[in-house]
């Protein structure tokens, strides 16, 4: 896809970041470690392909940066704006990146869970005897930070499958997100403290062109996010209540929080 960028008169091309605070809406969140993802109901998507999602709205639930609430406006007129810079032929239809959640404008938020490997460079992770043999099956320390991260990372038993799959292609690529004192969040926690907190979030705004179905759509993608407030309270619906509380349960999920510490020092900015 195609990414938004500063316009400059030098050949140096740098990416356009947009800022802005908001809160994280309770309804439609999806970001917790597996993203949403069910195996018996996937239509035919692999793990691999999963994103973390959620609703940006203006600020409702917390006084104390009520203000922003004027900047929001402005930045959803921004995101529009700049979604038009793409003109659309006769036929062709847009699909913003911004959306309505219970009647309020918001800011559709994603993050991609995986990044492709280079399988140039890990032969390890490639087929071994016809069959995808994951480097974390003989996890040893001197293995990277990121498969490490890969082969630990919390979900539900009945995604342990599509984990092993994904890892022979893709390692994950954890939330660049940090807490109230700026300590990166971990993945078992990412649920119960981003679900309907203040965040101060930096992202791009990318664009794909579907030829086939004449769309043009636009969505963003996290550079960093960082809790200013958080909400304190499990999530309302009772279904993440229960894969929260598969993750907590899952023995394997204990050593993530480690790894996933140490990974996230060394990845993010």
Not at 10 to 35: H, Y
Not at 52 to 68: D, G, H, K, P
Request: contains cysteine; glycine residues 6%; negative net charge.
């Amino acid at each position: 896809g195609d990414v938004a960028v500063l316009k400059s008169d030098s050949d140096d091309v740098t990416e356009m970041v947009l800022s802005g605070i908001f809160e994280i809406d309770r309804q439609g969140f999806f970001m917790a470690p597996e993203g949403g993802y069910n195996p018996k109901n996937a239509f035919g998507r692999e793990f691999s392909e999963t994103k973390l999602t959620c609703n940006l709205l203006a600020v409702q639930r917390n006084a104390m940066y009520s203000f922003t609430q004027q900047d929001f406006p402005q930045i959803i007129s921004h995101i529009r704006v700049l979604e038009k810079l793409v003109p659309l032929k006769k036929g062709e239809t847009l699909l913003s990146s911004v959306h309505e959640s219970r009647g309020m404008p918001c800011i559709r938020f994603s993050h991609a869970l995986f990044t492709k490997k280079d399988i140039e460079d890990k032969p390890e992770s490639i087929a071994h005897n016809g069959e995808c043999v994951p480097s974390f099956q003989c996890l040893h320390s001197h293995l990277p930070a990121s498969e490490q991260a890969t082969a630990a990372w919390p979900v539900p038993d009945d995604i342990k499958d599509a984990l092993t799959r994904a890892a022979c292609t893709h390692n994950i690529s954890p939330l660049p997100a940090f807490d109230v004192d700026g300590l990166p969040i971990e993945p078992v926690d990412y649920l119960w403290v981003l679900c309907g907190a203040v965040v101060q979030v930096h992202f791009a705004l990318l664009h794909f062109f579907i030829k086939g179905d004449r769309k043009s759509i636009f969505t963003t993608s996290l550079r960093e996010l960082r809790v200013l407030w958080a909400l304190q309270c499990g999530p309302v619906n009772p279904l993440k209540r229960a894969c929260e509380r598969a993750l907590n349960t899952n023995p394997g999920n204990k050593r993530s929080r480690q790894v996933m510490v140490l990974h996230s020092h060394t990845d993010t900015f």
